[in-house]
C-alpha cells in the first residue's frame, strides 16, 4: 500500500467518512485498527487517536459515524452501515485482520458492531464501555431524548434500553456534577446497566476475535466498570473462545485515552492529585492495547 494514495473517504463517494493513517514502518502487518470517538462526536479525536497508534507502527482508520457531511447530526438510528463499509474497504485493501477500537458511546458501538459483523471485525477494544444498546439522544441548546435505538443496521432498529423517562433530567444532572465538581450521569445510565432490556444486552459473545475492556474505578459519567464486569461475566457464561481482558484502573476518568487531551480533566481522575495517577494508567493501558493487537 503506498503512502501517497488517497487515504481520504466519504460518505458520499466511498459510503463512510473516514482516514486512513499509515506508519512509516508497518509493525503489525496485515492488521488495522478502526477508532472513533464518543459522545462528543468528534472525528478530530478519532484523528488525534488514529496518529496514536499510527506513531507505533500500527495502521490506523479514524471513522466519523456522527456531525459530519453526509452524516447523522444526532445520536438516533445511527448506521452501524458506516463502519462495516469501511471495514470492507480495508478488507479489499489487503488487511487481513480489522479490529475496532471506541471510547463511551464509541466503545458501546464498537461492541455493537463486533457482534454483527463478525465476518469483518476481527477484535474490539472498548474504553469506558457500556454493556447494553442505549435509547438514542439530541444534543442542539441542551440534550432531548430521542424516540428509539441509538443505532441502526440495514435500515433496522438496534433494540435499546430505554431511559424510562420522556424528558433529559438536566436539572439532576447539573446539581450532581455541581456536588461531584465533574460532569455525571452516573443516576441515569446507572439503571440500564442494571435492569436492561434483555434484548438488548449487546451479544458480545458473537465478536469473531479478542476484546479488550479498559475502565477506571474513577469514571463517574457513567457505569463503565460496572458495565465491563458485566460484559466479562457475559463472556465466561458463554465459554467465549477468544482472549477477553478487563482492564480495571484505579485511577483515570471517563475520557481514558492514551494520550494527552484537555478535555480529560473535566473529570477529576485526571486532574489535581490524581493527574500523574491518571496519565500513567491511561498511559499503560496504550501499552496494554499494543500487546492486544500483537495476539492476533
Not at 470517538?37 to 488514529?50: I, Y
Not at 477500537?101 to 469506558?128: C, D, H, Q, R, Y
Request: contains cysteine; charged residues 20%; proline residues 5%.
Amino acid at each position: 500500500m503506498s503512502k501517497a494514495e488517497n487515504n481520504t473517504y466519504s460518505v458520499k463517494t466511498d459510503g463512510f467518512h473516514g482516514e486512513l493513517f499509515l506508519p512509516d514502518e508497518d509493525n503489525y502487518p496485515g492488521k488495522v485498527l478502526i477508532c472513533f470517538s464518543g459522545s462528543d462526536g468528534k472525528f478530530e479525536l478519532a484523528r488525534m487517536l488514529a496518529r496514536v497508534f499510527q506513531s507505533h507502527g500500527l495502521s490506523t482508520m479514524a471513522l466519523a459515524y456522527v456531525m459530519e457531511e453526509g452524516l447523522p447530526k444526532q445520536f438516533s438510528h445511527i448506521p452501524i452501515d458506516y463502519l462495516e463499509a469501511a471495514a470492507k474497504r480495508l478488507r479489499r485493501m489487503g488487511y487481513e485482520k480489522v479490529g475496532l477500537w471506541g471510547i463511551s458511546k464509541g466503545a458501546e458501538l464498537a461492541l455493537t458492531a463486533g457482534s454483527l459483523l463478525p465476518k469483518l471485525i476481527n477484535g474490539v477494544v472498548a474504553a469506558a464501555p457500556m454493556s447494553t444498546v442505549c435509547q438514542g439522544f439530541i444534543m442542539g441548546k441542551g440534550i432531548s431524548i430521542a424516540l428509539g435505538s441509538s443505532w441502526s443496521f440495514h435500515g433496522r432498529e438496534v433494540p435499546y434500553t430505554a431511559y424510562g423517562r420522556e424528558r433529559f433530567p438536566l436539572g439532576h444532572v447539573l446539581w450532581k456534577s455541581i456536588l461531584a465538581r465533574e460532569l455525571t450521569m452516573y443516576d441515569l445510565y446507572l439503571p440500564l446497566v442494571q435492569n436492561p432490556n434483555p434484548a438488548a444486552v449487546i451479544q458480545v459473545e458473537k465478536i469473531n476475535g479478542p476484546v479488550l475492556l479498559i475502565s477506571s474505578k474513577m469514571d463517574t459519567m457513567w457505569p463503565s466498570e460496572l458495565a465491563a464486569k458485566q460484559i466479562m461475566k457475559r463472556l465466561q457464561e458463554h465459554s467465549f473462545p477468544h482472549f477477553c481482558q478487563h482492564l480495571s484502573y484505579d485511577y483515570g476518568g471517563h475520557l481514558f485515552v492514551p494520550m494527552e487531551l484537555r478535555m480529560a480533566k473535566l473529570f477529576k481522575g485526571d486532574r489535581w492529585k490524581y493527574k500523574e495517577q491518571g496519565r500513567e494508567a491511561r498511559m499503560d493501558s496504550l501499552v496494554k492495547t499494543l500487546e492486544y493487537v500483537s495476539r492476533w
